[in-house]
């Protein structure tokens, strides 16, 4: 079985694939909506990680006092 960290980078990492299929699809065709849409779902993936590295660092000791 693979650990649990290894196959949520292969997860992040098929989705980014995904949304960069997409993204170059789009512009091939030259569909602005599909354009969009790419770009706002890579945003969003972008954003969704972020919070998610922020939700995962320890809590520094200070803000448990305050």
Same mark, same amino acid.
Not at 34 to 42: E, Y
């Given at each position: 079985m693979l650990p649990r960290k290894i196959i949520n980078r292969f997860i992040i990492l098929s989705?980014?694939?995904?949304?960069?299929?997409?993204?170059a699809?789009? #512009?091939?065709?030259?569909?602005? #909506?599909?354009?969009?849409?790419? #770009?706002?779902?890579?945003?969003?993936? #972008?954003?969704?990680?972020?919070i998610l590295l922020q939700e995962q660092k320890p809590v520094e000791s200070d803000e448990i006092t305050s």
């Open positions: 989705f980014f694939a995904l949304v960069g299929y997409c993204l699809t789009a #512009i091939a065709v030259k569909s602005v #909506i599909g354009i969009v849409l790419a #770009i706002v779902s890579l945003a969003a993936a #972008i954003v969704f990680l972020y």
